[in-house]
Structures are given as structure tokens and as C-alpha cells.
């Protein structure tokens, strides 16, 4: 194998030594899409399970943040765009082939469906807002027909919501030039990852002990799918191509591995686990509110991390070298 050596003369911070166009923007909305999705699919269970009594935060108010965390996920992305007026452009055509032409029609099919989950438990859950909705006489028909089907719009909700989950993960391994984000494994992740995070939050916000109890005991199984996933995508690197061994390499004691196996994996996953093990015996209860908090940053810096360490994996490595001469040789126009 012989090794090239690539001079030039460009200068650009984004691109050498390695690839960085998306920067904090996109993590934080694959982070807040993630929440979104899972802030979704609890909100639909617990109604589908008719959990009104034992979890009435899920059932009849934790909806309402499903669009408004995702329109600031959005705001983030709207934030990264180099040409914003063009935004509009997404939705001008739709290429099956996509991950993110997907993702931006997913996108426009869940806030109406979002609304529609809002307004199934409007009424029982935020009686303020119903009654202004309801001085509409059209408001009040919209209302009425989605307590109706209550149970049917949360049945329509899940597939969508997991979609919006899974997308956030497939949209990084989709890009087959960047290893490290090349494996199968990273859609479910976030869709894990985003359901682990929306059970922190309710655990944070809800104020009934027996909602807290049970949204500590699904997040500590989804921290333990988590960590199993991890570990699929680990060794899923380590057993593929040179280049896969290589990505590998940034969080095994390359330039991320103390925010992957830190802030991610010890910060994110473990202490949690332990703490929300430790509440669940009874052991020990005094820090049951900084389990939740933890899985949000691991949340985070699970998005943070993979971005930025899929984009400095490639499959065609070259050394590079900047030299200010070659400006000098180049042909000067007249």
C-alpha cells in the first residue's frame, strides 16, 4: 500500500485538517427530535394502556411539549442552515432514496398528528387552554372528535413517532463515507436514547410519586438497552474494515474518547443506572432528582460526540500538508 502526500495551498478551518460543517446546531436537534419522539410514544402508551390514574402528567399533559420541543430542535437546525431562504426547497419534491428528504416530510406529518394527540386530552389536562379553544364553535367540534378517538389517534401517533426516533440515527448512517457512522445499529440507538431522555424529563416534571416510580423503572430499562446497543456498535467497528478500526480509534483513546467514555457512557448511563437502581430498592433516595438529569446530558453528548467523530472518519486517508509558497507560483492574471 503506497502512501500518498497531498499539498495544497487551500486554507480552509472547516475542512483541514479533517471535515467539520456541522457544528453544536445539528447535535441539538438530533437531540431535542430524539426527545420529541420519545416524549411521543409515552404520551400514546399511557393512553393506550389506559394509565390515567398511575401516570396522569403522560396521559393528559406531556403532549403539549412534543411540538414546542421540536420546533426549538428545529430552530437549532434552522440555525445551521448556510442558505436559509432556501429552506422551503425540502419540500418541493420528495427523493425516496433520502434519509433526510424523509426526514423533512416525517417532520411535516408529525406536528398536525402532534396537535391531534394534544387535543385528544386537552380538556383534562390543560383546562384553561380548552375552554379558550372551546368559545370556537369549530374548536369545540375538533376537540370533541379527538376525545372520540382518543385511543385511535394515540395507535397513529407511535408508528410516526418512531420513525421520527429512528430517522435522527439513520440520517448519520446513511452517509456510507464517514465509518464511523456506518453501521445499522445507530437508528435504533437514538431512537433508545431519545425514549431514555423523555422518561428522565417526566420523571423531573411529574409531580405523582407513583409516575415518578414507574417512568424511573422504564428508563432504567431503556439505559440498559442502551448500554447494549453501545456495545453492538462497538464491536460492530472493531470487526468491520481497516477504516471502521480506525473510526473506532477517536473513542478508544483517540481525541473523544474521555467525552465518550465520561460525559456519554459514565455520566449518561452508569451513574444514572446505579442512582436509579439505588432508588428503586429504597436505598437510597436523596439524589433520585440527579438520575434524570444525567441521562439528559448523556443524551446530549451522545449526539454531540458521534457527529463530530463521524466526521473526521473517512475511508481515504490523506496526509496533508498546507504550503503558503504554492500561492507565490501560481499564474498571476492580468
Known amino acids: 500500500m503506497s502512501e500518498e502526500l497531498l499539498v495544497t495551498a487551500r486554507d480552509n478551518a472547516l475542512i483541514d485538517p479533517s471535515l467539520h460543517i456541522w457544528t453544536w446546531e445539528v447535535a441539538m436537534y438530533l437531540f431535542l427530535g430524539g426527545m420529541t419522539a420519545g416524549i411521543m410514544i409515552f404520551a400514546a402508551l399511557m393512553t393506550v394502556r389506559n394509565k390515567d390514574q398511575v401516570a396522569p402528567f403522560a396521559t393528559t399533559q406531556l403532549a403539549l411539549l412534543a411540538p414546542i420541543v421540536l420546533s426549538l430542535g428545529m430552530t437549532a437546525l434552522f440555525l445551521d442552515l448556510e442558505h436559509k431562504l432556501f429552506v422551503y426547497r425540502f419540500?418541493?419534491?420528495?427523493?425516496?432514496?433520502?434519509?433526510?428528504?424523509?426526514g423533512a416530510w416525517i417532520l411535516i406529518v408529525v406536528y398536525p398528528i402532534s396537535i391531534l394527540q394534544i387535543l385528544s386530552t386537552v380538556r383534562s389536562g390543560y383546562a384553561s387552554l380548552a375552554s379558550f379553544v372551546d368559545r370556537l364553535t369549530i374548536g369545540r367540534w375538533i376537540i370533541d372528535w379527538c376525545e372520540r378517538y382518543r385511543t385511535e389517534i394515540a395507535f397513529t401517533v407511535i408508528p410516526f413517532a418512531v420513525a421520527l426516533g429512528i430517522y435522527t440515527g439513520i440520517l448519520l448512517s446513511a452517509f456510507g463515507a464517514r465509518p464511523f457512522w456506518n453501521s445499522g445499529v445507530l437508528g435504533l440507538l437514538f431512537l433508545v436514547s431519545g425514549m431514555s431522555t423523555a422518561a428522565a424529563l417526566v420523571v423531573l416534571i411529574a409531580r405523582q410519586k407513583s409516575?415518578?416510580?414507574?417512568f424511573t423503572r422504564l428508563d432504567l430499562v431503556l439505559i440498559l438497552a442502551e448500554i447494549a446497543l453501545v456495545v453492538l456498535s462497538l464491536i460492530s467497528l472493531a470487526s468491520g474494515s481497516g477504516q471502521h478500526i480506525d473510526a473506532l480509534q477517536s473513542v478508544m483513546g483517540g481525541p473523544y474518547t474521555l467525552a465518550f467514555w465520561v460525559l456519554f457512557v459514565g455520566i449518561g448511563l452508569l451513574i444514572p443506572m446505579l442512582l436509579e437502581i439505588l432508588e428503586i430498592s429504597g436505598i437510597n433516595k436523596s439524589l433520585a432528582m440527579l438520575a434524570p438529569v444525567l441521562v439528559l446530558i448523556g443524551g446530549y453528548a451522545l449526539r454531540q460526540v458521534v457527529m463530530d467523530a463521524g466526521q473526521e472518519s473517512t475511508w481515504t486517508s490523506y496526509s496533508t500538508q498546507y504550503s503558503s509558497e504554492l500561492l507565490q507560483r501560481l499564474p498571476?492574471?492580468?
Open 211 to 214: 409516575e415518578k416510580e414507574l
Open 91 to 102: 419540500y418541493t419534491s420528495f427523493q425516496i432514496t433520502s434519509p433526510m428528504s424523509w
Open 332 to 334: 498571476k492574471s492580468d
